[in-house]
């Protein structure tokens, strides 16, 4: 059973730093292409983060050069690196995993950039 667990999101000032976790369980990260969402209140769900299972990250426009993706196949973690912060990130982060055609979602973690 696929099970996706997201961690790490909490009250962040401008400009500053999280490292969001997600740990995956009936799955490894290196042999499926993984990926962060996020959702602001009152919007769709969007893409912020790929990594693919040969290791190619893709970025949303929004997020290109601040957010860094990346996996620890050993300890079944994906992670999202998030740098210099906005207010306009505020948002729940979830981890998606699509394999074989199920799509899976962690429950997520909210993320708030506020002063």
Do not use: H
Not at 2 to 15: M, R, W
Not at 69 to 93: C, G, H
């Amino acid at each position: 059973q696929v099970q996706l667990v997201e961690s790490g999101g909490c009250l962040v000032q401008p400009g500053g730093s999280l490292r969001l976790s997600c740990v995956a369980s009936g799955l490894s990260v290196n042999l499926n292409p993984m990926a962060w969402y996020r959702q602001a209140p009152g919007k769709q769900r969007e893409l912020v983060a790929t990594i693919s299972s040969g290791g190619i990250t893709k970025y949303s426009d929004s997020v290109k050069g601040r957010f860094t993706i990346s996996r620890d196949n050993a300890k079944r973690m994906v992670y999202l690196q998030t740098d210099s912060l906005k207010p306009e990130d505020t948002a729940v982060y979830f981890c998606y995993v699509d394999r074989w055609g199920q799509r899976y979602w962690g429950q997520g973690t909210q993320v708030t950039v506020s002063s």
